[in-house]
Structure formats: structure tokens, C-alpha cells
């Protein structure tokens, strides 16, 4: 596979100077082109003096490109849900898996069910493009006939231009639709289902899943006492250092209020407790500075640990690390405690 680092930087906004250049061309939005320069292509064709010329033509006009000739190795790096392209462009003819195929096998991944994919054709007869366009294909694009048609790359760029949008337009709702826009935290609803993966994965490989329940002691009076932004102050801050204590497999929620959810794929007990204990004296020894307030506040949090046992659902497990949280906020806050056993344990010292 050819990456972007063996050529030359992209020239941005290049596409009017070649619009200017033929008068019969159509005239791209040059707003487009700030845009673009963070729109990712995946090209894929079979032939290599198709993909250096598709290539070096979409470099010329801004975009990031990645090329490989092999369709199924493509699926195989739009399989993870953070692949970060934002188009894909992929040729309808080639050995083993074809270009339907392709667009077949990424429709079924729902984090793809929005990537557009314009085909690349020879001929605009229906029975080679029809077909992918019923897979699931965006749009189809006539191969340029002959080399720098200024006419071909005017409409080409513009169908590029017009899909890369709606795939960075995408990607930005599919953000959206995971993060909670006060923290930047995964939100509970992208949390939810992650807890279900994780879940299936832990079972299916037989490695261990711990998760924390965590919740801020004493929020309600530094909501009534310095006012909702001091609140909201503490809220960024405290998942900020949760974010930060994470390890890059961990996913961190806020799960509600001034509660965070703490998945620990792939580890047990004893190891994720030493990693939220860690947290807690760290954040209790370090006071949390809010805006407009003179001294820094000192912030706590209680929290519950347990671990993915046989009979659990995503419900029972986040209960069991709930009632860990109830007892340490009862027992006198500032502590975590450990649901194991079917008993709620302190941390072994
Ligand atoms: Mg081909």
C-alpha cells in the first residue's frame, strides 16, 4: 500500500485554478476547500498507474489520500469503527473482490453505513453500475477517458468535494452523537453500548472486564455554594484527570450528573482498583482551581469496583459497582470499595 508520506505535500485550493483554466467547466465552491483539507480518501483499484494518477490528481487538490489495490485488504481498514477516512473511491472492476463486493461488506458495519463510496467505472451501462449503486454505493464516476480532461477532473473534483463533505459532515454527528459536550467524555448512550461490546468481548475471549462507578462527593453544595459554573468547572476538571488516568483500551463516561462509568477491558479486580485508588488520592491531594474563585476547591469522589462475573447482564454489573458506591458514600465518602464475592470489601491495603 502506497502511503501519504511517498509524496509530496498536497497544494491546497488549487481546484479554482484549474476551473479557470476551461471556461466550460464548472465552477467549484472554493469554501469547499478549507474543509477538504481534512477529508481522508480511500482509493481502490487494481491497477497501479491508476491509483499514482487518481492519486497525484487528489493530492494536487487538497486531499489526504491513501491507496491499495486490493478491495478486501480496504475492508479490512475500514473495519474499525475509528478508521478516519471520509470518502472512499474504489474501482467496480477487479480480481477477487470486486468493487460491489466492497461497498457490500462495509454497508454491513454500521459505523459505515454513512461513508460515502463513489464507484469508478469504464462504461455508464446499468448492468455495471446499477448493481452497486443497489449495494449501497453513493454516487458512480466515469473513468477519464484520456489524461488532464480538464471537463472529466472539473466534475470528478466537484463529486469528490460534494461526498468528502457529507463523509467529515458525518463523522462530525457521529462524534457528537458519542460525547458529552460538557467534558468531552464518551455520553451514556455511546457508553451503554460499549459496556454490551465490552461485555461479548470479555466472554467470548475469556479475559477479565472491571468497571467503576464513580460519582463527586458533596457536588450539590459546590453547585449551591459557588454557583453552576464552579459546578461545571469541577465536572471538566475532575474527567479531565479521569481521562487522563485512563489507559488508551479504558473507556471513561459520564454517565450521568456528576457520575463517571469506567470500563477496564481485558483486566481484573486488584489491577483496576489500583488504578482508581491512584486516582482518588491524587485528586483528593490536588484541589481542582475553578474560574473566578479566589482559592481552588477540594474535590473528592467515592466509587464502586466490580467485575464481570458468569450470570451478569451490563445492568447487574453497573449494580453491583452502585451498591460498592453506596456503601462508600455511606460509610463516610472519599473511598472506593470493592464489590466481590457477593460482599462490598475495601481495598486490600
Ligand atoms: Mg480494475
Not at 97 to 117: I, Y
Not at 134 to 152: C, F, I, M, N, T
Request: net charge negative; charged share 30%.
Amino acid at each position: 500500500m502506497i502511503t501519504p508520506d511517498d509524496h509530496e505535500t498536497p497544494q491546497l485550493g488549487s481546484f479554482g485554478d484549474v476551473c479557470r483554466s476551461e471556461d466550460s467547466c464548472v465552477v467549484a465552491r472554493r469554501d469547499f476547500n478549507f474543509a477538504m483539507t481534512q477529508a481522508r480518501i480511500l482509493f481502490v483499484d487494481d491497477s497501479l498507474p491508476m491509483r499514482l494518477r487518481y492519486e497525484a490528481l487528489l493530492r494536487k487538490h487538497g486531499f489526504a489520500v491513501e491507496t491499495t489495490g486490493d478491495a478486501s485488504w480496504a475492508l479490512q481498514l475500514l473495519t474499525p469503527p475509528d478508521h478516519g477516512f471520509h470518502l472512499v473511491i474504489s474501482d467496480l472492476y477487479m480480481p477477487e473482490m470486486d468493487g460491489r463486493a466492497l461497498v457490500e461488506g462495509l454497508r454491513k458495519l454500521p459505523h459505515n453505513k454513512m461513508l460515502p463510496v463513489l464507484v469508478l467505472t469504464g462504461s455508464p451501462d446499468w448492468e455495471d453500475v446499477v448493481p452497486s449503486l443497489e449495494a449501497g454505493a453513493s454516487d458512480y464516476v466515469l473513468k477519464e477517458r484520456q489524461e488532464h480532461d480538464p471537463q472529466w477532473q472539473g466534475e470528478f473534483l466537484a463529486r469528490v468535494k460534494n461526498h468528502a463533505q457529507t463523509g467529515l459532515l458525518a463523522e462530525q454527528l457521529d462524534r457528537m452523537s458519542r460525547t458529552d459536550s460538557l467534558t468531552d467524555l464518551f455520553n451514556r448512550r455511546h457508553g451503554t453500548q460499549r459496556l454490551d461490546e465490552e461485555i461479548f468481548r470479555s466472554r467470548r475471549y475469556g479475559r477479565g472486564l472491571a468497571v467503576c462507578l464513580m460519582d463527586i462527593d458533596h457536588f450539590k453544595k459546590v453547585n449551591d455554594t459557588h454557583g453552576h459554573q464552579a459546578g461545571d468547572d469541577v465536572l471538566i476538571e475532575v474527567a479531565s484527570r479521569l481521562a487522563e488516568m485512563s489507559r488508551e483500551s479504558d473507556c471513561v463516561i459520564r454517565w450521568g450528573g456528576e457520575e463517571f462509568l469506567v470500563l477496564f477491558p481485558e483486566t481484573e479486580m486488584e489491577e483496576a482498583a489500583g488504578i482508581v485508588e491512584r486516582f482518588r488520592r491524587e485528586l483528593g491531594g490536588s484541589p481542582v482551581c475553578v474560574n473566578r474563585q479566589l482559592f481552588p476547591l477540594e474535590i473528592t469522589v467515592s466509587g464502586g469496583v466490580a467485575v464481570l462475573e458468569p450470570q451478569d447482564t451490563a445492568e447487574s454489573l453497573v449494580a453491583r459497582a452502585d451498591s460498592a458506591l453506596y456503601k462508600a458514600k455511606e460509610s463516610g465518602r472519599n473511598k472506593l470499595l470493592l464489590a466481590q464475592f457477593g460482599e462490598v470489601l475495601p481495598i486490600p491495603v
